[in-house]
């Protein structure tokens, strides 16, 4: 078998699985969020794609659900990141990350970080 065969698209993957079991992380790890959301009416949007002009960097957003509260019309936005490795500016990202996303959506955002680092 060829090396490129063999490469696992492991972003890819985690993507997926928290797609599939949105409800069951939320339930998990965050149980009085669960509370709250309504997840008959969960879909998720498209990768949205942010430029850092000063630093010339692009970046994608991982996960993005929208939802509503239960007993609420109000629409709010889950936005997941996943992180594999130490970045010191990882908090700032998620900062710019939120503000962006409101600016664009208008509605409640609750950000959530996934943190997948390597065991040592």
């Not at 698209?9 to 939320?26: A, P, Q, S, V, W």
């Amino acid at each position: 078998m060829s090396k490129a065969y063999m490469t696992v698209d492991h972003d890819r993957l985690f993507k997926e699985l928290i797609t599939t079991f949105f409800e069951e992380l939320i339930l998990l790890f965050f149980p009085h969020m669960y509370e709250y959301i309504d997840f008959e009416h969960v879909s998720f949007l498209s990768e949205e794609l942010f430029t850092d002009v000063t630093a010339g960097k692009k970046y994608h957003v991982d996960i993005l659900a929208e939802t509503k509260r239960k007993g609420e019309d109000r629409l709010i936005i889950v936005h997941i990141a996943n992180q594999s490795y130490v970045q010191p500016s990882f908090p700032e990202r998620m900062f710019i990350y939120f503000s962006r996303l409101f600016e664009k959506h208008r509605k409640p955002i609750v950000p959530i970080a996934l943190l997948r680092l390597p065991s040592s």
